[in-house]
Each structure stands twice: as structure tokens, then as C-alpha cells.
């Protein structure tokens, strides 16, 4: 899958990604601006509370949602938001994570090229610990930086900077249907750190709106064994894989028309489902040092290394589902 994106020109790829841009940016409005904590509207959970509550980072208050277990977390994920999009188009997928006992934060910012300036403003006070949760929850040490699209390539510079800072207690990334942009590949190179710390993915099938799987190179260049899982598609049209499989599957029930406008697909509940299973499983074994061995492969090459929920999406012939590779 990734060598034809490769051979895909660039000077097509850029212009497909200035258009969405340009209508994404007409049809969405700039972010809300940081204001004093309150209840996520509409949140549920036995188990978590969401809590809408800005960080102050050198002076400067960020707007950001926290999904906070209600026990001691064991540990902190970054899930941010993508492009043109807010925390709250990840209200589900957050909450999935937050209920396996990891505390989540999502900064509610621009996300255009994955805003360098703002990553490495975040990178360094996480690795300072001058982040500080609501509710009088204590900042955990362990962290893992994720987020979905123009996110998850804020989400690998966050990672890339404390990887810079030496930070020790960085356990490594997880994304959705990551976009990549400059940088990218050496940012994940630095939170893989030589194939020591996962860096994981959950993608959908290739389209304009991901650039056609652009991340998968970098993923592949990485001396890791699995670097996660592309979502099934259901069929062929015009040589293109169809159906299934949405960029905004992460997003699933908390997305909106303009979503599914710049998608041009909508979520599936099985879809966003697998995606929640892996995401949540991934995050809870990297915070805990666990290892479910039935969401990852040895060998992305080789199926017969993967795990039982890997081996049952992979490589049919349709619907098809296949590791990163």
C-alpha cells in the first residue's frame, strides 16, 4: 500500500491538500477560546468525567477537554484533535480510553501542518510537568501522544520533543488515520527510538482526505515489527477501494456534516468500533507495561505472527483489512 502512495506526485498530493484546506477552512470557524473548567455537555460515564478546562502554558491559557478516571489514571494520553476539527469530534474515542483507566487531554487549537510552534510549546511543559489536570487530579508520568488526522502529526512532534527533552517516562504513540506533513517521519523515528517504544496506527483506506495513506512511509521506514492496522474497505470502484473503512472513523457518533463533508464518507459503528478496540487496548497496555498479544503482529509481513484480533480483519479478499506494511 505504501509504495503506490510513494509513487503518487507530490505536486498532486499538495494540491489536494491546499483544497481541502481552503474549504475545510470556509467551513469552520477558529477554535473556542480557553475559558474556566466546566462539565463536557452531554458526557456519560461511570467510570470517567469530562471536564473542559484550559492549561496555562508561559502565560498563555490553550482551551483542552480532559477525560479523568475516576481511580488513579495510569498514565496520560494525548488525543488530538485534527485539522478544521475540535476535542469534541473525539468525545467517544476519549472516553473509550479514559474508561480503561488512562486520563486523556485534548488541546482545542489550530491544527494546520500539525502546528509545530504549538507542539513544541506542549512538548516542553510536558516535560517540565507544568501541565496540570482539573479536579485535583495529579499529572501521571507516564505519557503517550495520539491524535487523529493533521493531529496525530501535532501528536508526533509533541512526541518528538520530549523524546529531544530526554523525557523518560515518554511510552509512545498512537494514531488515527494520521496525515503527514514536514517532519513527520523524523518525529516518529524519534518516539520509536530505535524500534524500543510502539508507535501505532489505526488507518482507514487510502483517499484525497488522507492524502492517500501519506503517513504509511515513514510507519514503514520504522524498525518496529507492527506499526498498526488498516480498517477494512467493502469494494472496488473505478480500480479505488470503496465503502467501510472512513478517514473520520475515530470520530465516529460525535462527528458532524462538515466531517463528513471533507471526508466524503461517513463513520461506520463497526468501523469506529475495531478502531476504539485496538486504541483502547494499545493505550492501556503501553500505560500499564502490558502486552495484549491479540492486537499486535510479530511481523506485519508475515499474518501468521498476528494475534487473534489482527487475524480476524486481515487479508480477505473482501472486505479487505491488512497490517501497515
Not at 518525529?187 to 520509536?192: D, Q
Not at 487475524?311 to 506494511?325: E, F, M, N, S
Amino acid at each position: 500500500m505504501n509504495s503506490t502512495s510513494a509513487r503518487r506526485p507530490a505536486r498532486f498530493l499538495a494540491l489536494v491538500a491546499s483544497v481541502v484546506g481552503v474549504v475545510a477552512a470556509f467551513l469552520v470557524g477558529s477554535p473556542p477560546p480557553a475559558s474556566a473548567a466546566t462539565a463536557c455537555s452531554g458526557y456519560s460515564s461511570s467510570s470517567s468525567v469530562c471536564v473542559s478546562s484550559p492549561i496555562t502554558v508561559g502565560g498563555t491559557s490553550y482551551a483542552a477537554d480532559w477525560y479523568l478516571p475516576n481511580g488513579t489514571a495510569s498514565g496520560l494520553m494525548l488525543v488530538e484533535h485534527g485539522f478544521s476539527r475540535s476535542c469534541k469530534h473525539l468525545r467517544g474515542t476519549s472516553k473509550a480510553i479514559a474508561e480503561k483507566g488512562v486520563m486523556v487531554f485534548c488541546v482545542d487549537e489550530d491544527m494546520t501542518a500539525g502546528n509545530p510552534e504549538l507542539a513544541t510549546i506542549i512538548g516542553n511543559a510536558l516535560a517540565d510537568r507544568t501541565v496540570v489536570p482539573p479536579n485535583g487530579k495529579p499529572l501521571p508520568t507516564k505519557y503517550i501522544v495520539g491524535g487523529h488526522s493533521a493531529g496525530g502529526q501535532f501528536a508526533a512532534l509533541v512526541g518528538q520533543q520530549l523524546d529531544t527533552r530526554g523525557y523518560a517516562d515518554l511510552k509512545g504513540a498512537i494514531m488515527f488515520d494520521p496525515v503527514a506533513a514536514e517532519g513527520f517521519s523524523a518525529a516518529v523515528s524519534a518516539i520509536s527510538a530505535g524500534g524500543t517504544r510502539p508507535v501505532l496506527s489505526v488507518a482507514a483506506r487510502p483517499s484525497v482526505i488522507n492524502l492517500f495513506n501519506n503517513s504509511f512511509g515513514a510507519l514503514n521506514d520504522l524498525p518496529n515489527g507492527f506499526v498498526g492496522i488498516q480498517l477494512v474497505w467493502t469494494s472496488y470502484f473505478l480500480g479505488s477501494p470503496t465503502g467501510g473503512s472512513c478517514h473520520i472513523d475515530s470520530e465516529g457518533e460525535n462527528t458532524d456534516v462538515i466531517g463528513v463533508a471533507g471526508a466524503l464518507c461517513s463513520p461506520n459503528a463497526t468501523q469506529t468500533a475495531r478502531l476504539r478496540d485496538f486504541a483502547t487496548t494499545w493505550a492501556k497496555d503501553l500505560a500499564t507495561g502490558s502486552y495484549t498479544a491479540s492486537h499486535y503482529c510479530t511481523d506485519a509481513e508475515v499474518v501468521a505472527t498476528c494475534g487473534s484480533a489482527v487475524k480476524a480483519l486481515v487479508d480477505r479478499t473482501l472486505p479487505l483489512a491488512a497490517p501497515i506494511r
